[in-house]
């Protein structure tokens, strides 16, 4: 049941919504006799909850495109391309995180890339976690 409550949590707290999974996975984790499948658990939750914010940006570019300088848009498009990939990996960031997936699908990123990148940075972000509890604990 953790695993399940950490995986609902990371994935509502990848989207726009102002929830921390963190306290919920550090809660969590001393309860469980499986550390790393309850850190795989919020990685996959959060990641999913990031292409939900994909999708967003996907299937909001025609109205952004109404709504915002083309010229300005396009120069945005632009410096994502050349470092949108990397800047994925920033997607556990607190503030900037969210609004990187959803740049990620407006501008087209591709999806596997994304899933790639953003996993690596979720995974990372309570691999991190984990260890420093398991350091202190």
Aim: hydrophobic share 50%; net charge positive; with cysteine.
């Amino acid at each position: 049941m953790s695993c399940f409550i950490v995986f609902v949590s990371g994935f509502a707290a990848a989207t726009f919504l102002p929830i921390y999974s963190e306290a919920v996975y550090l809660y969590y984790l001393p309860k469980t006799e499986h550390p790393l499948l309850l850190t795989l658990c919020a990685a996959v939750g959060n990641t999913l909850g990031s292409l939900v914010n994909y999708y967003i940006g996907l299937l909001g570019e025609h109205y952004l495109r109404k709504k915002v300088d083309p010229d300005k848009l396009d120069k945005a498009e632009k410096i994502f391309a050349k470092w949108g990939g990397w800047s994925l990996l920033l997607s556990w960031a607190p503030v900037i995180g969210d609004p990187l997936t959803f740049v990620a699908g407006l501008f087209r990123y591709d999806v596997k890339k994304f899933l790639i990148l953003v996993f690596i940075a979720k995974f990372g972000r309570y691999f991190i976690l984990y260890l420093g509890w398991a350091h202190l604990f």
